[in-house]
């Protein structure tokens, strides 16, 4: 069945906070699915240092001794024993590899190198602005930006701005011509590897047990002195609360300036005391109406809702219902509390999971990020009911993403 037992419950069209377009939010019924094949393996790029040895490097990422045999099969090493410094060894992390998975996240052919900034000073320099005069035309930077590093100078030309003639006459004064995305990833992980001696690529990352967050990346770095992780994108698609969240687990995310973000904040409202004073501050919000206290409950007498804990007794009970109240028991699991409060508005309540895509209006190639709750549909408005989060930075994320908040 697998997820054909997801069924769409509703879509839910937000302002979208960024990218300036609206954004769809879908939610879903939580149905039992089967747990997600792992798509591809991991490939960790090691520059080989003085002393190191291929059972060091092992360790070093805690892999077992019996993968010598894989990782010397991998780089065509027709001695395991013999690894020279300055090469670099391809290491696979333990996973499942599905034949056909193409890499993602490849550089578009017509895209423009705006992400130079966030690896300049680390071996690289990047220049934008200026020209250079050449006999047959003129470059201009803006368009065709050039790069130094390792003590060589590139002209980036993916978007085949140069005529024959032109790239010519660089070359001939000192510049190497970079026409395609693959030469240009080449460029950027050498320059990683000069500087941080190990990365992976194209990865995944998964943060958060009852909250959950799925990241893709373009390269991380884990330092394994100061036990830092980092993150570097070739396109500018990771929001700014969204690099906060990822931020309270330790991660931090360069990559190239982002757009602005626009579109309405949803709202927040935390639900606070007992759990009758939870329920009756829930039906005063989604009503408008202020409860009044009423012996043991708490009573809404315009639309005739009784509040009351579960262990109320039966004649107080009976005598509200008999002046036409509705009855809404408070129990100590506070998710049937909310169905049966709701119910007696009524308003269309389902528990669903809530799953949010970045970038906006794709299906999470960048980032998918799920948390399960209710959803009640009043004629005003939806708001979404959670019990909590995992990491504070959660809530401002949601809210951001347009999201109509109850904390109970």
């Known amino acids: 069945m697998g997820w054909k037992r997801f069924i769409a419950a509703l879509l839910i069209i937000l302002p979208a906070p960024a990218y300036g377009s609206r954004n769809i939010y879908k939610i879903n019924i939580i149905r039992i699915r089967k747990a997600q094949e792992n798509t591809g393996k991991k490939i960790i790029y090691y520059k080989i240092k003085p002393g190191d040895t291929l059972y060091g490097i092992l360790r070093k990422y805690n892999l077992p001794l019996k993968m010598i045999g894989e990782v010397a099969k991998l780089n065509k090493l027709k001695n395991p024993n013999l690894i020279l410094k300055g090469h670099i060894l391809k290491i696979p992390l333990p996973g499942v590899k599905k034949k056909g998975v193409k890499e993602k996240f490849k550089i578009a052919n017509n895209v423009v190198p705006d992400f130079f900034p966030i690896i ?38 993916l978007n085949n701005n140069l005529t024959e003639q032109e790239i010519k006459e660089l070359q001939n004064i000192g510049y190497k011509v970079i026409k395609n995305k693959n030469q240009l990833r080449k460029l950027v992980e050498e320059n990683l590897l000069n500087t941080f001696g190990s990365f992976e690529a194209n990865g995944t990352i998964k943060l958060g047990t009852f909250d959950r967050l799925t990241y893709h990346y373009d390269y991380l770095i884990y330092d394994m002195e100061t036990g830092s992780t980092k993150i570097f994108n070739l396109t500018p698609d990771t929001p700014k609360e969204l690099k906060n969240l990822l931020s309270a687990y330790g991660i931090t995310v360069e990559q190239p300036e982002a757009k602005s973000e626009k579109g309405e904040s949803g709202t927040l409202k935390i639900l606070t005391g007992t759990n009758i004073e939870k329920i009756t501050e829930l039906i005063h919000l989604l009503t408008g109406e202020k409860a009044i206290k009423d012996g043991n409950g708490y009573s809404f007498n315009r639309h005739k809702i009784f509040v009351v804990k579960e262990m109320t007794s039966p004649e107080e009970i009976t005598k509200k219902k008999m002046a036409g109240f509705t009855i809404a028991k408070v129990y100590p699991d506070m998710g049937k509390s909310i169905r049966e409060a709701v119910n007696t508005i009524p308003f269309a309540i389902q528990r669903i999971k809530l799953i ?28 979404f009911l959670i019990p909590g989060v995992e990491k504070p930075e959660e809530i401002p994320y949601l809210i951001s993403r347009g999201i109509n908040l109850i904390v109970y």
Not at 130 to 145: D, H
Request: hydrophobic share 25%.
């Open 356 to 383: 949010i895509v970045e970038p906006p209006g794709t299906e999470g190639k960048r980032s998918r990020f799920e948390i399960k709750g209710f959803s009640i549909e009043t004629p005003n408005r939806t708001y």
């Open 120 to 157: 300049n000073g680390r071996g690289f320099r990047s220049y934008k602005k200026g020209m250079i005069l050449l006999n047959s035309g003129t470059v201009n930077l803006q368009q065709n930006p050039v790069v130094t590093t390792g003590g060589n100078n590139y002209i980036i030309d």
